[in-house]
């Protein structure tokens, strides 16, 4: 039994029923459906914290599915769970390649502006201004294209734009 098929919150029971209904009766192939299960499968195994299954359930899917556009947020999921592992550079590789995949996917440029956010911090905190600048305006570069398809997202990412000077989404 899939994972996704044993799980005990109900409002994922239900989400995994309405997608099994659509699955069948929409006119799928049987790998597309193995995709659909695996990726399911890898999402709530994410949720719970079991990020080698998550990962596992993923490649998998990604070695089934051959839309680009599912497998954006396939990529964009792997790239999640690098990035809570503390993997930066491992997460940035997965959200670039889902962005080349699905370029309009605000989730992966804001993950990506965290990520140099981060970087920027730890060079202050090794003492190099000039380096935490340079990731503080790449992150801002991500922020902004995170927030320009939908500006009423990203709330905070606009805030510190704006309390940094670097708030212009027509830069």
């Known amino acids: 039994m899939p994972r996704s098929q044993k799980n005990d919150n109900f409002i994922d029971k239900t989400f995994t ?3 099994d209904i659509l699955l069948q009766t ?3 192939t049987k790998r597309e459906r193995e995709a659909s ?3 399911r499968d890898g999402m709530s195994a994410q949720s719970e914290g079991e990020y ?3 990962l596992r359930s993923y490649y998998k899917a990604m070695r089934l599915e ?4 599912d497998r954006s947020y396939i990529l964009h999921n792997i790239g999640l769970i690098h990035t809570s592992n503390g993997k930066h550079a491992r997460a940035l590789e997965y959200y670039f390649q889902a962005l080349e995949r699905n370029s309009s996917l605000p989730q992966a440029f804001n993950n990506m502006a965290v990520i140099c956010h981060h970087r920027g ?3 202050i905190y090794q003492g190099n201004l000039e380096i935490s ?3 503080f305006d790449q992150a801002a570069e991500y922020w902004k294209q995170a927030i ?3 500006p009423g997202n990203y709330i905070e990412a606009q805030n510190r734009l704006k309390i940094t000077g670097r708030f212009s989404l027509f830069n």
Not at 66 to 69: A, H, L, Q, S, V
């Open 66 to 69: 051959i839309d680009p556009y």
């Open 17 to 19: 029923i309405l997608a």
């Open 121 to 123: 911090e730890e060079a």
């Open 37 to 39: 299960t695996y990726y």
């Open 26 to 28: 929409l006119p799928t």
């Open 52 to 54: 080698a299954e998550a």
């Open 133 to 135: 600048e340079a990731w």
């Open 148 to 150: 320009a398809p939908s």
